[in-house]
């Protein structure tokens, strides 16, 4: 079946570091590729998405590449804030109904 | 602008009472569904529902029921309360046939069985 993995955490950056967050992916088809955060107490919410190989998700600063020859999904910010702290999950939707499968989550924790 | 609206957010039972713990959406949205997070396990997919009287099992279905009577409406039953349930359940929906779509997550439910 389908699975996501994504490096184990937590994750502990000073402000302004450069931050990776790695995910790969096993799937059958072509499945889209999710992030989503969540921050303390809260929901989960979409950070960005790409629904197709060599397609760059990006929003808020952070940014991730579909490499279908990898099957993976890299979360890169080129300078991390306090406010960036909270779990980032890796997810990807199957071809069908559309369910989510969602990594393990990675916690990232800033410091000013 | 409510969204998705889940209660209670916390609950506390014994083992073998039961409960249920309420999913509501105000987006018309076709597909609801739950997920369970547990630390290292990242979100599990307990059941889902791709509109009014039609619903699925998910990854870890076992423990829960569910109904969808209406669009609104994505109730789910633990008919008898185990420790292993102890969990945060978020409840999510998104349009239907929009498979790359954005799933809309509630703010979750924390369940403690003693």
């Known amino acids: 079946g389908d699975s996501v993995t994504q490096m184990e955490g937590p994750v502990t950056l000073s402000e302004e570091a450069f931050l990776t967050i790695n995910c790969t992916y096993t799937?059958?088809?072509?499945?889209?590729l999710f992030w989503y955060v969540q921050y303390p107490g809260e929901g989960l919410q979409l950070l960005l998405k790409?629904?197709?190989?060599?397609d760059k998700g990006s929003n808020k600063g952070f940014e991730a590449t579909y490499r279908k020859e990898t099957t993976s999904f890299h979360l890169e910010k080129g300078s991390v804030q306090v406010s960036d702290s909270a779990v980032y999950f890796c997810?990807?939707?199957?071809?069908?109904?559309?369910?989510?499968?969602f990594g393990q989550g990675t916690i990232l924790t800033v410091h000013p | 602008n409510a969204g998705v609206t889940q209660t209670p957010k916390f609950q506390v039972l014994k083992t073998g009472q039961s409960m249920t713990l309420q999913c509501a959406q105000d987006?018309?949205?076709?597909?609801m569904s739950w997920y369970r997070q547990d630390p290292g396990m990242g979100l599990r997919l307990i059941h889902y529902s791709v509109g009014a009287g039609i619903t699925d099992q998910g990854e870890v279905p076992n423990g829960y029921n569910v109904s969808r009577s209406t669009t609104e409406d994505f109730p789910l039953r633990l008919l008898s309360a185990a420790p292993s349930q102890t969990s945060v359940y978020f409840c999510?929906?998104?349009?239907?046939?929009?498979?790359?779509?954005?799933?809309?997550f509630g703010e979750g439910s924390r369940l403690t069985v003693l």
């Open positions: 999510a929906s998104r349009s239907w046939g929009q498979n790359t779509g954005e799933l809309f």
């Open positions: 790409a629904t197709k190989a060599d």
């Open positions: 987006m018309n949205h076709e597909y």
């Open positions: 799937a059958t088809g072509y499945p889209s």
């Open positions: 997810a990807l939707s199957d071809t069908s109904y559309g369910k989510l499968t």
